[in-house]
């Protein structure tokens, strides 16, 4: 099954430890992205990445860390930086035009 | 001014009804437009994506673009509650994509 898994699904930390979020796909698509969303908003993007080893800061980029170092993974480190990091997180990827995005199952975090 | 607008509902349409989701765009260099379907607590599943002007069908949706009004629409016939969730209106433009806050459309029986 090709697709875009995301671990773990629920995710609970204390405040001040930092986490990171696996996002695998097998969809051989070339861009990945990281999105978090908040009960009624929108998605708000936080990094992306179009090739292998270069990625992007989103609209929302602080107090958050990605690596991309194979072209399936692209995990997202939450740092304690991050003021509010309780959200829903999803990962996407996408092909060339017409850029079809498809996403993952998701990852719930709570930190308390 | 937003990038991606759609009315936030809820909109409620009875079983067997068309309904009709709507979503506007502010950057006209905007190359394809998308649009997702959400269950609660679940990811956004794509349903639709269009890129030229006109209309475009798959089974039950037909998404429609108009460049000029910088307008994107998606109906629904034939409406069933299970199609009961929050659609997100999405655009690309250039290496990003920007969505909407979803319009949420519930299907009575």
């Known amino acids: 099954d090709g697709g875009i898994t995301q671990s773990p699904k629920y995710l609970f930390r204390k405040e001040g430890q930092n986490v990171t979020l696996s996002c695998e796909q097998n969809?051989?698509?070339?861009?990945m992205y990281w999105y978090r969303q908040d009960p009624g908003q929108g998605l708000r993007l936080i990094y992306y990445?179009?090739?292998?080893?270069?990625?992007q800061k989103g609209d929302i980029a602080e107090g958050y860390s990605v690596s991309r170092e194979k072209k399936e993974s692209f995990p997202l480190t939450v740092t304690s930086a991050q003021k509010n990091p309780t959200a829903f997180y999803l990962c996407?990827?996408?092909?060339?035009?017409?850029?079809?995005?498809?996403f993952g199952p998701g990852t719930r975090l709570t930190v308390t | 001014q937003k990038e991606v607008e759609q009315n936030s509902g809820p909109l409620s349409v009875p079983e067997g009804a068309i309904a009709s989701l709507n979503c506007t765009y502010s950057d006209r260099g905007s190359q394809s437009f998308f649009w997702y379907r959400q269950y609660s607590g679940k990811s956004p599943e794509l349903i639709m994506f269009i890129y030229s002007n006109g209309d475009k069908e798959d089974g039950r949706f037909t998404a429609q673009l108009n460049k000029a009004s910088q307008y994107v629409s998606l109906l629904i016939r034939d409406s069933q509650p299970s199609d009961s969730a929050t659609y997100l209106c999405?655009?690309?433009?250039?290496?990003?994509?920007?969505f909407g806050t979803g319009t949420s459309l519930t299907v009575i029986p």
């Open positions: 990445s179009q090739i292998v080893n270069d990625f």
């Open positions: 999405a655009v690309n433009t250039g290496n990003q994509f920007y």
């Open positions: 969809l051989n698509h070339d861009a």
């Open positions: 996407a990827s996408s092909e060339a035009f017409p850029y079809e995005q498809y």
